[in-house]
């Protein structure tokens, strides 16, 4: 019943077959030659990175280099709060656009409709930067200064040492990563709100749901995993997008308030901004920031992973 | 078993509507269709269809009230959200209190959903039209510009353009052909690999330690810095120049080419092809493969047969973001495939520009700094050039996904 | 040893001068030609160099304007920044490197083989303080108003020592926001340079590329990014080379007892008075402090960095032509016009002249 059970192995006992070789030994190639190279760039960049991270061994000497988890822990909570800004406000909205496509919108309105948000995805981040910068940023400045004015005595919104008059802040960058990642969730939640079983759907209705509590019991639960798959890949293109932001924010210190200009920044446009000019063990703090990255990558890929395969359990002991 | 097969590929949403019993009617969208349900137990409670424009002039009155006050200025973002909230929580009252609970409930999600398609066209309509107002002028005037490069063009003749009104020089030629080759090697290279590796992962070896250690990988290149890519094709090619050919100058200098940029870019493209391709074959329903099985057929002609085009308009839509992912890159290109102003076709010589690569200097650093609206006018005609370039390919992964796809006899 | 080679190399560039003044007027018609162009056009191929993006517009307009010039020779140009510039020319990929800042001891040793690598002063760029301030066309402040400006010292447009200093202008109290660079820079380093040298009682940071962290502030990306946002925003100040400040209004910079605006010549003055740096040959280490009438102290300069010796005769062939055509009057106008930097003085031109015709062929 459920998607997400493992394949069956011994369905196909097709051995003697010359196609069912050569299939199985392409599919095969093709993992082994992503794990070679993902390995490498891993290597890659732990080898690049070694002269920040123990400076005493492969680097210039303790006295010399800058401490480096002091330097890099602001940037990855910036990484972090400026993703998850991201995706609490790209992902309800994404769901329900997804959901608008498959089962709200007219027919005939239901595909131009993904076209056009698959449009966003065609937007090279250059053109969302300048947006984000010209555009959206002074349009947020209003909001901002209500949001302090209101709700100061929250730290998010304390404006410390004070609120922005450009809009250039953390959360300006967050909301343009929200556009920008939209259409990521979206294009597969609606592939995958589309494979759900038909008779189930009309099972649902039958036994006289409304079309919500329909889509509660039964789309829902099989999209699930695919649903998570599709937020992890969004976080991914978020933490790693480096231009938007790089154009949108005004870098600094590390704050908590997300109203004020000049504060907060991310490892991606910390790599773009310093990178060109970076040169020897300046290079390698860099790199090494990357390396953070995909640490936090890791962290959150492995927490989700656990979540789809927990449910997958729970689902097989269902079924 | 063939209706079965029709059945689950054809969850498209208008078989929902095209349920035979017509259940979906009372939740259509439309006030019309209210009046048309045929449910008399239906009708007995149901709110007058002109509520909601009521709940929406109300709302929006209000929200202008409140957002003057608190704003002490009118900003479009903050009247249209409190419009919002205030015609959603209205609308649920008042089918609470006129209608039941489960209606209530169920239009309230009805809205939401038609709230967060229209949050998500504000910027989408915002975006398209920055690039469009900006871009298209300058495009229908200097329909020059897609023909010509940027060789032999100086500030100078910016200059000249901005200040006396000569004619825009330069184009963007070279990067249209840059970003076209860079971007096609780097999806020959990266679809094949990321597909083969999907159908290994969901078909062959679900949970062994081999594909444990893709998936591994996979997510944790999802977020890699995109410059990182681009440094590591640079170093891998740079290696393997060195241990084929020499380190002579001449060798290391033909390290920068469109090749090497298009493997930066498959770094970051195969991840993304990976992810949504497994996560497309997931969903296919394990009754086809069985159904498939049962009658005999081998197992690669069911996966070509059966799993991969049921899951193709999935899969064409996950190349499709992969694709225009990388089509906008700007740091790995310039590490990997250099900056220059004349056309090259190949990719495996020489350096070669991307269109990111092209807009974002001309935005940042103008052909003449004193002179910057003709380097800003390219910018933005490239732009919309390359956002055609992807639309393109997105309509054509549609097509391509529509050819292999189930016929359902609709 | 740097002096007797510096003798051999001038003795050779006083040939190479004479054989040059000879070539040029077998050209004939090619009176444009006069300095320097590199008479001999057996240079051709592509030559690859990379570095600095400030130098970006000015080598549009060269490498487009060589070809007038060495017709077979293109020259190729990637703006990956000054360090990856630097070091790609180090590692070879780049025959020769654009940088806003000299190669340090390190670099030195390690670039070029057995070879020396030598600066060349070719772009020069005076950094303007600018801002954006209603109805005010130009502001004279001293270098420690300056430094306490950008350092949050002084807050408003308003403040007694900025009045002071401008008693005709009708200062209004908007607040002051400084916008610094985000990216690290050699505009940075060349102007917290100043500031560390000019006013070091007032700018407790030393000079480097990036701007002190501890100072909040709105920052913006590349040159074009400060001036976007500096425009857009009433009572911003920030920090940009002149050529693309637009019509942002201007400091007249405090030097000894005057106020310097910046201009071409103010800017060559100030390298033309530079001293050479001891570490790094042919790179000039500027004096922030001077007292010296018209000369506007803060300039960058931006070097192309070339090997002395190169393995292949091609590539010696190629390098003399670019390096000559860059120095010369012709390149620098070209410069000049497409990217509005300060053209080179005479007295750095025969200097550079010297080094370049010296460049020969390793073995």
């Given at each position: 019943?459920?998607?997400?059970?493992?394949?069956?192995?011994?369905?196909?006992?097709?051995?003697?077959?010359?196609?069912?070789k050569?299939?199985?030994?392409?599919?095969?190639?093709?993992?082994?030659?992503?794990?070679?190279?993902?390995?490498?760039?891993?290597?890659?960049?732990?080898?690049?990175?070694l002269?920040?991270?123990?400076?005493?061994?492969?680097?210039?000497?303790?006295?010399?280099?800058?401490?480096?988890?002091?330097?890099?822990?602001?940037?990855m909570?910036?990484?972090?709060?400026?993703?998850?800004?991201?995706?609490?406000?790209?992902?309800?909205?994404?769901?329900?656009?997804?959901?608008?496509?498959?089962?709200?919108?007219?027919r005939?309105?239901?595909?131009?409709?993904?076209?056009?948000?698959?449009?966003?995805?065609?937007?090279?981040?250059?053109?969302?930067?300048?947006?984000?910068?010209?555009?959206?940023?002074?349009?947020?400045?209003?909001?901002?200064?209500?949001?302090?004015?209101?709700?100061?005595?929250?730290?998010?919104?304390?404006?410390?040492?004070?609120?922005?008059?450009?809009?250039?802040?953390?959360?300006?960058?967050?909301?343009?990563?929200?556009?920008?990642?939209?259409?990521?969730?979206?294009?597969?939640?609606?592939?995958?709100?589309?494979?759900?079983?038909?008779?189930?759907?009309?099972?649902?209705?039958?036994?006289?749901?409304?079309?919500?509590?329909?889509?509660?019991?039964?789309?829902?639960?099989?999209?699930?995993a695919?649903?998570?798959?599709?937020?992890?890949?969004?976080?991914?293109?978020?933490?790693?997008?480096?231009?938007?932001?790089?154009?949108?924010?005004?870098?600094?210190?590390?704050?908590?308030?997300?109203?004020?200009?000049?504060?907060?920044?991310?490892?991606?446009?910390?790599?773009?901004?310093?990178?060109?000019?970076?040169?020897?063990?300046?290079?390698?703090?860099?790199?090494a920031?990357?390396?953070?990255?995909?640490?936090?990558?890791?962290?959150?890929?492995?927490?989700?992973?656990?979540?789809?395969?927990?449910?997958?359990?729970?689902?097989?002991?269902?079924? | 078993?063939?209706?079965?097969?029709?059945?689950?590929?054809?969850?498209?949403?208008?078989?929902?509507?095209?349920?035979?019993?017509?259940?979906?009617?009372?939740?259509?969208?439309?006030p019309?269709?209210?009046?048309?349900?045929?449910?008399?137990?239906?009708?007995?409670?149901?709110?007058?269809?002109?509520?909601?424009?009521?709940?929406?002039?109300?709302?929006?009155?209000?929200?202008?009230?409140?957002?003057?006050?608190?704003?002490?200025?009118?900003?479009?973002?903050?009247?249209?959200?409190?419009?919002?909230?205030?015609?959603?929580?209205?609308?649920?009252?008042?089918?609470?209190?006129?209608?039941?609970?489960?209606?209530?409930t169920d239009?309230?999600?009805?809205?939401?959903?038609?709230?967060?398609?229209?949050?998500?066209?504000?910027?989408?309509?915002?975006?398209?039209?920055?690039?469009?107002?900006?871009?298209?002028?300058?495009?229908?005037?200097?329909?020059?510009?897609?023909?010509?490069?940027?060789?032999?063009?100086?500030g100078?003749?910016?200059?000249?353009?901005?200040?006396?009104?000569?004619?825009?020089?330069?184009?963007?030629?070279?990067?249209?052909?840059?970003?076209?080759?860079i971007?096609l090697?780097?999806?020959?290279?990266s679809?094949?690999?990321?597909?083969?590796?999907?159908?290994?992962?969901?078909?062959?070896?679900?949970?062994?330690?081999?594909?444990?250690g893709?998936?591994?990988?996979?997510?944790?290149m999802?977020?890699?810095?995109?410059?990182?890519?681009?440094?590591?094709?640079?170093?891998?090619?740079?290696?393997?120049?060195?241990?084929?050919?020499?380190?002579?100058?001449?060798?290391?200098?033909?390290?920068?080419?469109?090749?090497?940029?298009?493997?930066?870019?498959?770094?970051?493209?195969?991840?993304?092809?990976?992810?949504?391709?497994?996560?497309?074959?997931?969903?296919?329903?394990?009754?086809?493969?069985?159904?498939?099985?049962?009658?005999?057929?081998?197992?690669?002609?069911?996966?070509?047969?059966?799993?991969?085009?049921?899951?193709?308009?999935?899969?064409?839509?996950?190349?499709?973001?992969?694709?225009?992912?990388?089509?906008?890159?700007?740091?790995?290109?310039?590490?990997?495939?250099g900056?220059?102003?004349?056309?090259?076709?190949?990719?495996?010589?020489?350096?070669?520009?991307?269109?990111?690569?092209?807009?974002?200097?001309?935005?940042?650093?103008?052909?003449?700094?004193?002179?910057?609206?003709?380097?800003?006018?390219?910018?933005?005609?490239?732009?919309?050039?390359l956002?055609?370039?992807?639309?393109?390919?997105?309509?054509?992964?549609?097509?391509?996904?529509?050819?292999?796809?189930?016929?359902?006899?609709? | 040893?740097?002096?007797?080679?510096?003798?051999?190399?001038?003795?050779?560039?006083?040939?190479?001068?004479?054989?040059?003044?000879?070539?040029?007027?077998?050209?004939?018609?090619?009176?444009?030609?006069?300095?320097?162009?590199?008479?001999?056009?057996?240079?051709?191929?592509?030559?690859?160099?990379?570095?600095?993006?400030?130098?970006?517009?000015?080598?549009?307009?060269?490498?487009?304007?060589?070809?007038?010039?060495?017709?077979?020779?293109?020259?190729?140009?990637?703006?990956?920044?000054?360090?990856?510039?630097?070091?790609?020319?180090?590692?070879?990929?780049?025959?020769?490197?654009?940088?806003?800042?000299?190669?340090?001891?390190d670099?030195?040793?390690q670039?070029?083989?057995?070879?020396?690598?030598?600066?060349?002063?070719?772009?020069?760029?005076?950094?303007?303080?600018?801002?954006?301030?209603?109805?005010?066309?130009?502001?004279?402040?001293?270098?420690?108003?300056?430094?306490?400006?950008?350092?949050?010292?002084?807050?408003?447009?308003?403040?007694?020592?900025?009045?002071?200093?401008?008693?005709?202008?009708?200062?209004?109290?908007?607040?002051?926001?400084?916008?610094?660079?985000?990216?690290?820079?050699?505009?940075?380093?060349?102007?917290?340079?100043?500031?560390?040298?000019?006013?070091?009682?007032?700018?407790?940071?030393?000079?480097?590329?990036?701007?002190?962290?501890?100072?909040?502030?709105?920052?913006?990306?590349?040159?074009?990014?400060?001036?976007?946002?500096?425009?857009?925003?009433?009572?911003?100040?920030?920090?940009?080379?002149?050529?693309?400040?637009g019509?942002?209004?201007?400091?007249?910079?405090?030097?000894?007892?005057?106020?310097?605006?910046?201009?071409?010549?103010?800017?060559?003055?100030?390298?033309?008075?530079?001293?050479?740096?001891?570490?790094?040959?042919?790179?000039?280490?500027?004096?922030?402090?001077?007292?010296?009438?018209?000369?506007?102290?803060?300039?960058?300069?931006?070097?192309?960095?070339?090997?002395?010796?190169?393995?292949?005769?091609?590539?010696?062939?190629?390098?003399?032509?670019?390096?000559?055509?860059?120095?010369?009057?012709?390149?620098?106008?070209?410069?000049?016009?497409?990217a509005?930097?300060a053209?080179?003085?005479?007295?750095?031109?025969?200097?550079?002249?010297?080094?370049?015709?010296?460049?020969?062929?390793?073995?």
């Open positions: 019943m459920t998607s997400t059970s493992p394949r069956t192995k011994n369905t196909a006992r097709t051995t003697s077959a010359v196609g069912d050569v299939f199985f030994g392409l599919s095969w190639t093709g993992g082994a030659i992503i794990l070679v190279v993902l390995a490498f760039v891993a290597a890659f960049l732990l080898i690049r990175s002269p920040a991270i123990m400076p005493e061994t492969f680097g210039p000497g303790a006295d010399e280099a800058i401490d480096f988890w002091s330097y890099v822990w602001p940037l909570a910036g990484t972090v709060i400026v993703s998850v800004i991201a995706l609490l406000l790209a992902t309800p909205i994404a769901i329900g656009i997804s959901l608008f496509i498959s089962h709200y919108a007219p005939r309105f239901a595909n131009p409709i993904g076209y056009l948000i698959d449009l966003l995805a065609a937007i090279p981040s250059v053109v969302y930067g300048a947006w984000g910068m010209l555009v959206l940023a002074p349009a947020m400045v209003p909001i901002y200064h209500w949001l302090h004015n209101n709700l100061g005595f929250i730290p998010l919104f304390a404006g410390d040492p004070n609120v922005t008059n450009t809009g250039r802040t953390l959360m300006t960058s967050g909301v343009v990563l929200a556009v920008m990642v939209l259409p990521i969730i979206t294009a597969l939640c609606r592939e995958i709100f589309l494979q759900t079983p038909h008779l189930q759907q009309e099972a649902a209705l039958g036994l006289g749901a409304t079309r919500w509590e329909m889509i509660k019991m039964t789309v829902f639960p099989f999209a699930r695919g649903v998570i798959s599709s937020i992890m890949l969004a976080l991914g293109r978020a933490l790693g997008e480096t231009m938007a932001v790089t154009m949108v924010l005004s870098a600094g210190g590390f704050s908590w308030s997300l109203v004020t200009s000049g504060a907060n920044a991310t490892i991606p446009s910390e790599i773009a901004l310093n990178f060109p000019e970076a040169f020897g063990q300046r290079q390698a703090e860099l790199i920031a990357g390396l953070m990255l995909f640490v936090i990558t890791l962290v959150v890929n492995v927490i989700a992973r656990a979540i789809v395969n927990s449910h997958a359990k729970k689902a097989e002991g269902l079924s | 078993m063939s209706s079965q097969i029709r059945s689950r590929a054809n969850s498209k949403p208008q078989g929902s509507q095209q349920d035979p019993d017509g259940r979906k009617k009372p939740e259509d969208m439309t019309q269709t209210h009046q048309k349900s045929r449910l008399d137990s239906l009708t007995a409670h149901r709110k007058p269809t002109w509520t909601w424009m009521a709940a929406a002039a109300g709302s929006a009155i209000l929200s202008l009230l409140i957002t003057l006050v608190a704003f002490e200025s009118f900003s479009v973002i903050g009247f249209g959200v409190i419009a919002g909230v205030l015609f959603v929580g209205s609308m649920y009252v008042v089918s609470r209190v006129l209608e039941d609970r489960l209606k209530a239009e309230l999600w009805r809205h939401l959903v038609w709230t967060s398609f229209i949050v998500a066209l504000i910027p989408l309509i915002s975006v398209i039209w920055s690039v469009v107002s900006q871009g298209l002028p300058t495009l229908i005037s200097n329909p020059g510009l897609l023909t010509a490069d940027m060789a032999g063009v100086a100078a003749d910016d200059i000249a353009t901005q200040n006396e009104g000569a004619s825009l020089q330069g184009g963007i030629l070279h990067g249209l052909v840059g970003t076209i080759m971007t090697m780097a999806s020959v290279i679809i094949p690999v990321g597909l083969f590796a999907s159908i290994y992962l969901t078909e062959y070896g679900n949970r062994n330690a081999f594909s444990r893709i998936r591994f990988f996979v997510d944790v999802t977020g890699i810095p995109s410059i990182v890519a681009g440094l590591f094709a640079f170093a891998g090619m740079t290696l393997i120049v060195e241990l084929t050919i020499g380190s002579s100058p001449q060798a290391l200098q033909s390290v920068k080419t469109g090749f090497t940029a298009a493997i930066a870019l498959s770094v970051l493209m195969i991840p993304v092809v990976v992810r949504s391709t497994e996560e497309m074959l997931q969903v296919v329903a394990d009754e086809l493969r069985e159904a498939s099985y049962a009658l005999g057929v081998r197992k690669w002609r069911t996966i070509m047969k059966v799993v991969l085009p049921t899951a193709m308009s999935g899969i064409a839509s996950g190349v499709t973001l992969a694709i225009a992912r990388v089509a906008g890159e700007t740091a790995p290109i310039l590490v990997t495939a900056y220059v102003a004349m056309t090259n076709w190949n990719p495996f010589s020489e350096w070669m520009t991307a269109l990111p690569v092209f807009i974002y200097r001309q935005l940042i650093n103008p052909t003449a700094p004193a002179a910057g609206d003709p380097s800003t006018a390219r910018a933005w005609a490239g732009a919309l050039v956002i055609v370039i992807v639309m393109g390919l997105n309509l054509a992964a549609r097509a391509i996904a529509k050819y292999f796809a189930p016929k359902t006899g609709k | 040893m740097k002096f007797s080679r510096f003798y051999r190399s001038a003795a050779i560039a006083s040939v190479a001068a004479i054989a040059l003044a000879a070539c040029s007027s077998d050209d004939g018609g090619d009176s444009a030609d006069a300095n320097g162009g590199g008479g001999e056009t057996t240079a051709s191929g592509n030559l690859i160099g990379g570095g600095a993006s400030s130098q970006e517009a000015a080598m549009t307009a060269w490498t487009s304007g060589i070809t007038e010039v060495h017709p077979d020779l293109t020259v190729q140009y990637d703006p990956v920044g000054s360090g990856a510039g630097r070091e790609g020319f180090i590692a070879g990929q780049y025959t020769f490197a654009g940088s806003d800042s000299a190669m340090d001891a670099e030195q040793e670039a070029c083989g057995a070879a020396n690598a030598f600066h060349v002063p070719s772009y020069i760029s005076p950094v303007a303080v600018a801002f954006n301030l209603e109805g005010i066309d130009t502001l004279n402040m001293n270098p420690d108003t300056i430094a306490k400006v950008f350092a949050g010292e002084i807050s408003s447009w308003d403040d007694e020592e900025i009045a002071e200093q401008n008693p005709d202008a009708d200062l209004p109290a908007t607040d002051i926001t400084v916008v610094h660079r985000s990216d690290e820079s050699g505009t940075t380093e060349n102007f917290t340079d100043y500031l560390n040298g000019a006013a070091g009682d007032s700018w407790e940071w030393e000079a480097a590329d990036a701007f002190p962290e501890e100072l909040t502030g709105e920052s913006a990306q590349q040159t074009s990014g400060v001036v976007s946002l500096t425009s857009d925003t009433d009572g911003a100040i920030t920090y940009a080379d002149a050529s693309q400040i019509d942002l209004s201007t400091v007249a910079v405090g030097v000894g007892e005057d106020y310097v605006e910046y201009s071409s010549d103010a800017a060559a003055a100030a390298v033309e008075t530079a001293e050479e740096d001891t570490e790094s040959e042919g790179a000039r280490v500027l004096d922030r402090s001077t007292e010296e009438e018209g000369v506007y102290p803060i300039v960058m300069i931006s070097y192309h960095i070339f090997c002395d010796e190169y393995d292949d005769e091609n590539m010696v062939e190629q390098v003399k032509a670019f390096g000559n055509y860059v120095i010369s009057e012709d390149g620098q106008a070209a410069a000049e016009e497409s509005g930097s053209p080179i003085s005479d007295t750095i031109r025969d200097e550079a002249t010297e080094r370049i015709e010296a460049i020969s062929v390793a073995g």
